[in-house]
């Protein structure tokens, strides 16, 4: 399957919802109808600010096409810019896909040729270290998982001198999930990436995993997680199942913080590279 072929099957559900919300508001009124526009683009996930600031954008083109007009400007959205940092922190909250999305990343670089080695820091949940020692085992990559009950910052100290002394191109640190009301959970956070920056100043950025299912919530949990630990990426996960994929177009509007990669299916090649031109083209129907 070509990766457009990948993506547009991944977001088969949002497209599905966009277009049942898109027929539900233009059967009243006429396409160039600005306030419909904005109605249509809430009922697809956008978020109310992130739907008012778009269709005031729209406006302002006065174009006699309203929907190329609309795709402009979500693809403007979401193109934002990204840096791309040896050592990657996955965070986010319980079942969010973390230690899937480190596996498929895993296989990624692998198979671009890269040098990966990976850290588990979630010493918290029972069996985390058995299922990420699965995915490392399948993307062929070596690897340091804490003991359970160990410190995680005292784990990642570890595994970035075992991976200095591997010469890696990438680090990839799981960590255990947290809910952004925990307070506590959030400090030792934020102590996990003290650590690791003094080990690796500079070189350190932090991925938040985005469950697509849960919404508008995403925009909370990014709220908080951007307070704690300033995540410079977005993996929105599970898109295959969810018809909320409208709510990339919320946390890029709101945040800036650019969507890296998308996970459209459980499999280790799953994982995609975000491309905010294809990605606004699956939402529309006529590119099926
Ligand atoms: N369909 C689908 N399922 C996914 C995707 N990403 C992750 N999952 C599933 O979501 C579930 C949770 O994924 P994990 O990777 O264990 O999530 P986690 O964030 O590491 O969870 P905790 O460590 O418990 O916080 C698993 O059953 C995964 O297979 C995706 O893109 N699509
Ligand atoms: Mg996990």
């Given at each position: 399957?070509?990766i457009?072929a990948?993506?547009?099957?991944g977001l088969s559900?949002?497209?599905?919802k966009?277009?049942?919300?898109?027929?539900?508001?233009?059967?009243?009124g006429?396409?160039r109808?600005?306030?419909?526009?904005e109605?249509?683009?809430?009922?697809?996930?956008?978020?109310p600010?992130?739907?008012?600031?778009?269709?005031?954008k729209?406006?302002?083109?006065?174009?006699p096409?309203?929907i190329?007009?609309?795709?402009?400007?979500?693809?403007?959205?979401?193109?934002?810019?990204?840096?791309?940092?040896?050592?990657?922190?996955?965070?986010?909250?319980?079942?969010?896909?973390k230690?899937?999305?480190?596996?498929?990343?895993?296989?990624?670089?692998?198979?671009?040729g890269?040098?990966?080695?990976?850290?588990g820091?979630?010493?918290?949940?029972?069996?985390?270290d058995?299922?990420?020692?699965?995915?490392?085992?399948?993307?062929?990559?070596?690897?340091?998982?804490?003991?359970?009950?160990?410190?995680?910052?005292?784990?990642?100290?570890?595994?970035?001198?075992?991976?200095a002394?591997?010469?890696?191109d990438?680090?990839l640190?799981?960590?255990?999930?947290?809910?952004h009301?925990?307070?506590?959970?959030?400090?030792?956070?934020?102590k996990?990436l003290r650590?690791?920056?003094?080990?690796?100043?500079?070189?350190?950025?932090?991925?938040?995993t985005?469950?697509a299912?849960?919404?508008?919530?995403?925009?909370?949990?990014?709220?908080t997680?951007?307070?704690?630990?300033k995540?410079?990426?977005i993996?929105?996960?599970?898109?295959?199942?969810?018809?909320?994929?409208?709510?990339a177009i919320a946390?890029?509007?709101?945040?800036?913080?650019?969507?890296?990669?998308?996970?459209?299916?459980?499999?280790?090649?799953?994982?995609?590279l975000?491309?905010?031109?294809?990605?606004?083209?699956?939402?529309?129907?006529?590119?099926?």
């Open positions: 399957m070509s457009m990948k993506i547009s099957k559900k949002t497209r599905e966009m277009a049942q919300a898109f027929q539900a508001v233009f059967e009243r006429p396409s109808d600005y306030e419909l526009l109605e249509f683009l809430i009922l697809a996930d956008v978020g600010a992130a739907a008012a600031a778009i269709v005031a729209v406006k302002e083109k006065n174009s096409e309203l190329p007009a609309l795709k402009e400007e979500l693809v403007q959205t979401l193109n934002l810019d990204s840096e791309d940092k040896p050592v990657k922190i996955f965070v986010g909250i319980n079942g969010s896909g230690t899937t999305s480190v596996g498929k990343l895993c296989h990624r670089f692998v198979s671009e890269k040098k990966v080695f990976v850290i820091t979630d010493t918290f949940r029972a069996a985390a058995m299922q990420l020692e699965e995915w490392c085992r399948r993307a062929g990559v070596p690897y340091l998982l804490g003991k359970p009950g160990s410190d995680p910052g005292a784990v990642l100290y570890d595994g970035l001198n075992s991976a002394a591997k010469n890696a990438y680090i640190c799981d960590t255990a999930g947290r809910l009301s925990n307070k506590n959970l959030m400090q030792e956070l934020e996990i650590v690791s920056e003094r080990v690796r100043p500079g070189a350190v950025e932090v991925l938040l985005l469950d299912a849960t919404g508008q919530n995403a925009l909370q949990q990014m709220e997680f951007e307070q704690w630990v995540p410079s990426g993996i929105l996960t599970k898109l295959d199942g969810s018809a909320k994929g409208g709510v946390l890029a509007a709101k945040y800036r913080v650019p969507i890296k990669y998308i996970g459209v299916g459980e499999g280790i090649e799953d994982l995609l975000f491309a905010a031109e294809s990605y606004v083209n699956s939402l529309f129907p006529e590119n099926e």
